[in-house]
């Protein structure tokens, strides 16, 4: 049984990593009171391109430095915001005691992704994983996806499970790789932020949650040869 798990936002929470990182930002360079509203809102849970993103910041707030040079020390830093709950941990280490593998399948950096991981706990948590930059194709792409199996010491011929947030990226993409997917819905969380709802998938998505860790209780709870079709 295979249950392959989306990073950012569904995992781990990034976008608490990103108001930390812009907190931090924003105080180190004195950029002023509305500061981090302007970097949350212009990050867009992460749906901006990254390079755009850190032109828009230096651009903004005058700053010397160049694009990269910003969003290279970004890189840096933001594994070290990321925080993964206790819970969730736990849940992956039953899943796996239960008889699943468990892997990550992200899009994303190597190097920023790869720190996520191990800082989060995550590492020794799961089978494996697949990076998109690190295997030159990004999800909803079903390369990555049976990368991302293949990693795990498995296949997806016996069928298996997509967790994640992105309705394209994650579901879609699933689908098409011939798995069964859970989405979760962060419509309040982002609303809570003041950040437009991410859309929802179109009908095929096999489950509905709003927290991973409902997720990892429905499967948890599986039996069977069949728990992966």
């Known amino acids: 049984m295979l249950a392959l798990f989306d990073l950012d936002n569904t995992l781990i929470d990034r976008l608490g990593a990103y108001r930390r990182w812009a907190a931090e930002f924003a105080a180190e360079r004195a950029l002023g009171a509305g500061a981090v509203p302007w970097l949350v809102a212009a990050d867009a849970d992460g749906s901006v391109p990254m390079e755009l993103l850190f032109t828009r910041i230096r651009d903004r707030f005058g700053l010397p430095e160049s694009a990269g040079e910003l969003w290279h020390a970004y890189r840096a830093r933001l594994p070290h915001l990321i925080r993964c709950r206790p819970e969730v941990l736990d849940g992956l280490e039953r899943l796996r005691a239960a008889g699943w593998t468990v892997g990550i399948v992200t899009n994303g950096m190597t190097d920023n992704q790869t720190g996520k991981i191990q800082h989060s706990g995550l590492a020794t948590r799961v089978n494996g994983w697949a990076i998109s930059e690190a295997e030159g194709?990004?999800?909803?792409?079903?390369?990555?996806?049976?990368?991302?199996?293949?990693?795990?010491?498995?296949?997806?011929?016996?069928?298996g499970w997509m967790v994640g947030d992105d309705a394209v990226n994650d579901i879609t993409g699933g689908r098409g790789a011939g798995l069964r997917t859970i989405w979760i819905d962060r419509t309040r969380e982002l609303e809570r932020h003041g950040l437009a709802p991410a859309p929802a998938p179109g009908p095929g998505c096999d489950r509905v949650v709003t927290d991973v860790m409902t997720a990892i209780a429905f499967l948890a709870g599986l039996r069977g040869p069949g728990a992966g079709r």
């Open 137 to 159: 194709v990004r999800k909803p792409d079903a390369r990555l996806f049976e990368i991302g199996a293949a990693r795990c010491g498995t296949s997806l011929g016996d069928g």
